[in-house]
């Protein structure tokens, strides 16, 4: 009197049978997933000073404007830094979008430790970010990368020439950049904005290189070097500055 009928006993078995195979479909994805995430993931170039970051981010930048850029997985990539993040360089860049380091360089994610700001300068807690990415993550590299055509530059320099009034909390941000602004138009280039884009590039390049007490040791001992570069918008290409 308490059996179910048969075709209710036909339907629980097919169901238990349907959870099975469900089950053990689940676990062998699992499995195929972890085996996969080591099988797939790309291997990356081993970075241990501060020249062979550099070569790696030149020759990330050559796949970048080349078209033969790594083709990645990104879950592999996510599962294998679930535990830490070892990158080899950090990247001081110009918060504008059409600036993306990780592309630029064609680096997975965890190998840049990046830092945006538009302009690309250092205050107070950017250079603690940077300070955290050499000290604690291991950073060789230190790249303060400005860009063509760069927009906060612009803003600085009709300011600087033209006493410009901008909104809300602009201000506060080019009187980070007018020293670059004021010290290229005192050399009289052709192109101020150019030439501003450059000086701020080097005069952070100088400020970090001095940065007491975490950076300047680390670059007077030879544990990470700080460098300058410009990105050009067009071509893609990364020069770095002499």
Partial sequence: MNNPPPS???FLRQGLTLAGVSFAWGSLRSAFAANDA?????PQAKVSNPDQALQELNAGNLRYVTGTHLHRDFGPERLALVAEQRPFAVILSCADSRVAPEF?????RGRLFVVR???NFVDETGLASIEYGTSV???????VLGHKQCGALKATVDVVTKGAQLPGHLPALTR????????AQGERPADLVDAAIRQNILLNVEQLRTSEP???GLVKGNKV????????????RVAVLP
């Avoid at 630029?104 to 997975?108: E, N």
């Avoid at 980070?176 to 010290?183: F, H, I, S």
């Avoid at 300058?228 to 918008?233: E, K, Q």
């Fill in 225 to 236: 070097r700080v460098v300058g570069a410009i990105y050009d918008l067009a071509t893609g």
């Fill in 38 to 42: 080591a099988a797939t993931a790309i």
């Fill in 137 to 143: 993550l291991g950073a060789v590299l230190v790249m």
């Fill in 104 to 108: 630029a360089f064609d680096q997975g």
């Fill in 214 to 216: 975490v950076l300047a």
């Fill in 176 to 183: 980070y950049l007018e020293p670059a602004v004021k010290q």
């Fill in 117 to 119: 700001v538009a302009g």
């Fill in 8 to 10: 209710r006993r036909r």
